[in-house]
């Protein structure tokens, strides 16, 4: 998965902690996001970003926040952890603009006890 | 709005079997439709893709053609192998969402030798 970097690759957080999982890209794409997997779920889309400055929100944006101050970075805060948000989160950017993929990071898995 | 559907798993079969994963979709405008393949402990990694009715997306033996009559975009290979154990995703891109991907919820595949 060259091109995006996610860390860390493996965290156990307690109910209420916060934290922030960091991706990175080098590749100066403009569309940067965030996925959760779930079993059985298949992976749904947390946020999203189309350039520095620019946010939205996905299908289950909700007990989560993002910001994009440099096209590089986008990480995503946790401010009050819940189990609920126990899942492998994976960072993508979008890559090419007719011909266009998607390139995803190695994953971060998280687990709130 | 968009969304997939793609065969329940898991999907066992013997080393040279014949491999189908049926996915089926339902989108606005033209989508584009992506197969993702993650290996044990890994990120996803795009498999094949194809971006207009008819087109047929090819890679490591797999292939998917682009129903739109049908709305369907499955998977094949001829002789599955071991290493092709690994959880696949059927995904698509549509309308003004061109950025979301839009995932089934994955198929896991085990071929034993």
């Known amino acids: 998965n060259a091109g995006v970097t996610q860390t860390p690759k493996f965290q156990v957080l307690k109910t209420g902690q916060s934290m922030t999982l960091q991706c990175a890209q080098d590749?100066?794409?403009?569309?940067m996001s965030w996925y959760r997997q779930d079993p059985g779920m298949g992976l749904r889309l947390i946020h999203y970003?189309?350039?520095?400055?620019?946010?939205d929100q996905g299908e289950v944006p909700n007990g989560y926040n993002v910001s994009r101050s440099t096209t590089e970075d986008f990480p995503l805060r946790l401010l009050s952890a819940a189990p609920s948000q126990t899942s492998v989160y994976f960072c993508?950017?979008?890559?090419?603009?007719?011909?266009?993929?998607?390139?995803f990071g190695s994953g971060t898995r998280l687990t709130v006890v | 709005g968009n969304s997939v559907t793609q065969m329940e798993g898991p999907v066992t079969l013997s080393e040279e079997a014949f491999l189908t994963i049926n996915c089926t979709y339902t989108?606005?405008?033209?989508?584009?439709l992506f197969w993702y393949v993650q290996y044990p402990g890994e990120g996803l990694q795009l498999l094949l893709k194809?971006?207009?009715?008819?087109d047929k997306g090819s890679n490591k033996g797999f292939e998917a053609t682009y129903r739109k009559e049908t709305t369907s975009f499955h998977l094949e290979k001829g002789s599955v192998q071991v290493s092709d154990s690994a959880v696949y995703f059927c995904?698509?891109?549509?309308?003004?969402?061109?950025?979301?991907?839009?995932f089934g919820k994955g198929t896991l595949l085990t071929v034993n030798p």
């Open positions: 993508a950017i979008r890559t090419g603009t007719g011909n266009y993929g998607y390139t």
């Open positions: 590749m100066n794409h403009e569309y």
């Open positions: 970003s189309v350039g520095a400055g620019i946010t």
């Open positions: 989108a606005t405008g033209y989508p584009s």
């Open positions: 194809a971006t207009k009715a008819d």
């Open positions: 995904a698509l891109t549509s309308g003004g969402s061109n950025y979301k991907l839009t």
